[in-house]
């Protein structure tokens, strides 16, 4: 779902849209975005910053909401990506404004963020205003799995995890472009050339095996640049065990074959 290019929101994908914030009221629906294998919807405006109608993006969260309400493990989030993949997505910001509104909109070091759901911001049509030029990053959608209060994640789970999360794509416009893919596993990403990158894998015996980084595109597509992740492949490892990383990744994504 492209937002101003507001991007296709799949996301996740990766947003990847943390559970999104309730509605304190309900507003009157939004336009949902078609489900088709590329949902566009262009925004166009004279400000010199990058910018997005909040009423595209509340609807679009309210849609991408349906597929992951019954899919516990995965997350749908909006994220701001670089035309140009390898750009730095540190330092970023959103805020929020409109005639009655001014709110700032936390953006995470992948660029995730959060879409509040917002009654009057969405009656006054207020306008999400990214702290950089127009055209250089645009806005998105990314499902991830969720990450683990924890830290520990069993791998049990990262399977049924890594199901949802295709089965939430293909169920929200990109059945095609998914039609022949399997998950085969998970990546932890960090950033490119962290030394300290690193999970363990927790044996039945309780022994720990170490799984390297390499480096690789966080998430399904290409649309990113390079980072540091460990990539957890299902096939290579016992079915009963627990992965636990030595310092909480960035985000997790899902291998495709």
């Not at 947003?15 to 336009?31: E, F, G, H, Q």
């Not at 004279?46 to 993006?57: F, N, V």
């Not at 909006?78 to 009655?100: C, H």
């Not at 759901?117 to 055209?135: C, F, H, I, S």
Request: one cysteine or more; glycine letters at 8%.
């Amino acid at each position: 779902m492209h937002f101003p290019r507001l991007a296709s929101w799949t996301a996740a994908a990766a947003c990847a849209l943390a559970t999104l914030s309730p509605a304190r009221a309900a507003p009157p629906p939004a336009p949902e975005p078609a489900a088709s294998d590329t949902q566009h919807v262009d925004v166009q405006g004279a400000l010199d910053s990058e910018w997005g109608s909040y009423r595209r993006a509340y609807g679009a969260s309210a849609f991408f909401e349906r597929f992951t309400r019954t899919r516990p493990l995965i997350q749908a989030q909006m994220q701001v990506r670089p035309v140009a993949p390898d750009a730095p997505l540190s330092g970023l910001s959103l805020s929020l404004v409109g005639a009655k509104t001014r709110l700032e909109i936390p953006v995470d070091a992948m660029g995730l963020a959060d879409v509040p759901q917002l009654k009057t911001a969405y009656d006054e049509d207020a306008v999400l205003r990214l702290n950089r030029p127009k055209g250089l990053y645009w806005f998105a959608g990314r499902y991830t799995i969720k990450p683990r209060p924890d830290g520990v994640y069993d791998a049990a789970l990262l399977r049924d995890a890594c199901e949802q999360l295709i089965d939430a794509q293909r169920a929200s416009g990109y059945r095609g472009r998914l039609f022949f893919k399997k998950c085969v596993g998970i990546k932890f990403v960090y950033p490119r050339g962290d030394a300290a990158a690193a999970v363990d894998f927790k044996g039945a015996d309780g022994q720990l095996k170490a799984l390297a980084p390499v480096e690789a595109h966080p998430f399904e597509d290409d649309s990113m640049g390079l980072y540091s992740v460990v990539v957890y492949r299902f096939a290579e490892w016992p079915r009963a065990g627990q992965l636990v990383p030595r310092k909480p990744p960035m985000a997790i994504g899902t291998l495709y074959e």
